[in-house]
C-alpha cells in the first residue's frame, strides 16, 4: 500500500516544511497562477521557467528533500514523456523533419510537431511542480478553510474536514484488517485475494458507520448543534507578497506572449 | 447531591439490559471511580450522566432537578458535564488539535479571541501546547488521549467524565494522566468520574468506589473498605489490587499480623511493613509525612 503511506508522507511534509507557517493564501494565490499560466502558455519557456521556480521554492526555501521531489516527479515524468513522443509524432502537418520506419511503415515527423511535444511536457511539468508546491507546503487545513472564506458550501466544506481527519484513522484500520488476512493467509492465490478483498471492504464499510455513529456521539456531549464550527486561526496574507506574485505573473505573462512563435527545430 | 440516579434501569434496543435498577449519589468534588468488569454496564450508566442515553426507566438528578431532554437544557447539562471517551479517535474529528480543542468553546458561543485563550490554556494544562497546529494522526494514543481531555476541559466543566482514561497506556502515560486528573481535581474542584477495570490504579486515584457487576450496582465505599473484602470482590470476577493481593497471602499462608484493612499502594505497603519491622523511629516518620 505504497500510495497510501505516498500520500501520509506529503501530508507530514505539508506540516513540517520550512514554509508551512507562512500564509496558506499567498501559497494558493501563487500555485493557482502558475497552474494556470503553466497550462495556457502557448511557448515551452515560461513553463520551465515555473517549473525552475517551483523546484527552487521547494527544495531550498521549503526545504523539502530533493530525493523526495524527485521520487514524486518520477512516475508523471516518464507518463508525460511517452505521451509527449507520441504527440511529435502524430500531431504537426507542415515541414517535414524527418522520417522513420517503424513497424513497416515510414512515418513523416514535422517540425510543429516537436515544437508542440516540447512545449506540452514542460506545459505538464510546469502544473505539476506548481501543483507539488502547493501540497506539499500547506497543510490542507489550510486550503479547506480558505475554500470556507471562498464561500464554497458549508455541506463540502464540513464533510472535507471530516473525510481528511478520518482517511487516516481509517487507513490504519484497512492496513491493520490487510495484515490480519495476510497472515492468516487471505492472500494466497487469486480467488482467496478477491474473497479476502471484499471482506475487507465491507467491514471497513460497518466500520465507517459503527465510526459515524460514535463520532455524532462525541460531538453532541459537547454541545454540537449541526454546525461545525471552526476556528479561523490562520496567518494573514502579506500584501508584498500578494503584489510581488501578481507581478511576477504578469511579467510570466508578457513573456508567454512574447514567446508565442518560438521554435525548437 | 450533584448526581443522583434513581432505579435507573436501560434497556438497547437488541433487548440487553444493560442497566438494573441502580441507585446512588454522587458528591460533589468527589474522585469517584465506577469498577467493573467489560459488560458490566459502567459505561451505559456514565452516558445517563450527561444526556447522551435517556435512562429505559429510572430517574437522574443533576444538582437535585430530573434531567431534560431538550436540545436547550442538553447543551447548559454538557456545559458542566464534561464526557471524555474512551477512544480518542471517535472524539478527535477535527483537522487540528487546536480546531477539536476549539470545537466545545465555540458551540458554546463564546467569542473568537476568549475561545483561542481557552484553547491554549486547556493545551497548556494538558502539556499539549506545542502540538497545536499538528492533525491528530501525528500523535500517539497518550497525546491522543490528553487532547481529548482537552477539548472537553476547555469547555471548563464542573464535573468530568472519562470512560477507561488510561486503558492501552504505556505506564508513563498512565501516570502522567492520572496526575493530571488529581491535580485538576485539587486545583480546579473539578468532580471526577471514571469507569475503569483497572484495580491497581483505583486506589490511587479515587476517594470513592462503586462496583457494577453485570448492569447491577453490588457495592459501594471507600476502596479500601471495598478491597478488604476479598469475597466481594472474587465475585464480580475482578481481583485485589497486587499490593492488597501479596498483604492477604501474607496473612493467610504466612500468618502474619497483618491489618484486615490490608495496603493498596505502595506508600500504604511500606507504612505497614515499617510497622510489622518494628521501625519506627524518628527520621522515618519525618520523611514519610514530607511525602
Not at chain 1, 6 to 26: G, V
Request: charge should be positive; hydrophobic fraction near 45%; glycine fraction near 4%.
Amino acid at each position: 500500500m505504497s500510495h497510501v503511506k505516498l500520500s501520509a508522507e506529503i501530508d507530514r511534509y505539508a506540516y513540517t516544511n520550512a514554509l508551512s507557517k507562512s500564509s496558506p493564501t499567498t501559497k494558493l494565490f501563487l500555485a493557482l497562477s502558475l497552474l494556470l499560466l503553466s497550462v495556457m502558455s502557448p511557448s515551452p519557456i515560461v513553463p520551465i521557467s515555473i517549473f525552475l521556480t517551483s523546484t527552487v521554492l521547494l527544495l531550498s526555501f521549503a526545504k523539502i528533500p530533493c530525493r523526495f521531489y524527485l521520487r514524486l516527479l518520477w512516475y508523471p515524468i516518464i507518463i508525460v514523456a511517452v505521451t509527449c513522443v507520441i504527440i511529435a509524432f502524430f500531431f504537426g502537418y507542415q515541414e517535414p523533419f524527418t522520417e522513420v520506419n517503424l513497424l513497416g511503415l515510414k512515418w513523416t515527423v514535422f517540425k510543429d510537431g516537436i515544437t508542440l511535444g516540447f512545449t506540452t511536457f514542460f506545459r505538464v511539468l510546469g502544473a505539476l511542480s506548481s501543483q507539488f508546491f502547493l501540497v506539499l507546503t500547506t497543510p490542507m487545513t489550510s486550503i479547506i478553510l480558505i475554500l470556507r472564506k471562498a464561500r464554497v458550501p458549508k455541506v463540502l466544506i464540513e464533510t472535507s474536514l471530516l473525510i481528511y481527519r478520518y482517511i487516516f484513522v481509517f487507513s490504519e484500520v484497512m492496513e491493520t484488517m490487510h495484515i490480519a488476512q495476510d497472515l492468516r493467509l487471505g492472500y494466497s492465490g487469486w480467488l482467496k485475494k478477491l474473497r479476502s478483498m471484499s471482506m475487507l471492504i465491507g467491514n471497513l464499510f460497518i466500520r465507517t458507520l459503527e465510526q459515524g455513529e460514535r463520532t455524532f456521539t462525541a460531538m453532541n456531549a459537547r454541545g454540537y448543534d449541526g454546525n461545525i464550527r471552526v476556528l479561523e486561526d490562520q496567518p494573514k496574507p502579506s500584501k508584498t507578497a500578494l503584489a510581488a506574485i501578481t507581478l511576477f505573473t504578469v511579467a510570466l505573462a508578457i513573456a508567454a506572449y512574447l514567446t508565442m512563435n518560438i521554435r525548437i527545430v | 447531591m450533584l448526581f443522583r440516579l434513581e432505579h435507573l434501569s436501560h434497556c438497547y434496543s437488541d433487548g440487553t439490559l444493560a442497566l438494573n435498577d441502580v441507585t446512588l449519589d454522587f458528591a460533589k468534588g468527589e474522585r469517584i471511580a465506577l469498577l467493573g468488569t467489560n459488560g458490566s454496564g459502567k459505561t451505559t450508566l456514565l452516558h445517563h450522566l450527561n444526556g447522551i442515553l435517556k435512562p429505559t426507566s429510572g430517574r437522574v438528578y443533576f444538582e437535585d432537578e430530573p434531567l431534560k431532554y431538550d436540545s436547550k437544557s442538553l447543551l447548559d447539562l454538557r456545559r458542566k458535564v464534561g464526557f471524555v471517551f474512551q477512544d480518542p479517535n471517535d472524539q478527535l474529528f477535527a483537522p487540528t488539535v487546536k480546531q477539536d480543542v476549539a470545537f466545545g468553546p465555540l458551540n458554546l458561543g463564546q467569542p473568537v479571541e476568549q475561545v483561542k485563550r481557552v484553547a491554549d490554556e486547556a493545551l497548556r494544562t494538558v502539556g499539549m501546547a506545542e502540538y497545536a497546529e499538528k492533525p491528530p494522526h501525528f500523535l500517539s494514543l497518550g497525546q491522543k488521549k490528553r487532547v481529548a481531555l482537552a477539548g472537553v476541559l476547555a469547555m471548563q466543566p464542573q464535573v468530568l467524565i472519562m470512560d477507561e482514561p488510561t486503558s492501552n497506556l504505556d505506564p508513563r502515560a498512565t501516570s502522567e494522566i492520572l496526575h493530571l486528573l488529581l491535580r485538576l481535581n485539587k486545583e480546579y474542584k473539578i468532580t471526577l468520574i471514571l469507569a475503569t477495570h483497572d484495580v491497581d490504579m483505583v486506589p490511587l486515584f479515587a476517594k470513592k468506589l462503586y462496583i457494577l457487576s453485570k448492569g447491577k450496582l453490588v457495592s459501594e465505599g471507600s476502596p479500601e473498605e471495598l478491597f478488604a473484602n476479598a469475597e466481594l470482590i472474587r465475585s464480580v470476577s475482578l481481583r485485589s489490587p497486587r499490593i492488597a493481593h501479596l498483604f492477604e497471602v501474607l496473612k493467610k499462608e504466612d500468618n502474619l499480623p497483618i491489618n484486615p484493612r490490608f495496603p493498596l499502594t505502595i506508600s500504604e505497603a511500606r507504612k505497614e511493613i515499617l510497622r510489622l519491622l518494628g521501625y519506627r523511629n524518628e527520621n522515618e516518620e519525618k520523611e514519610t509525612s514530607n511525602r
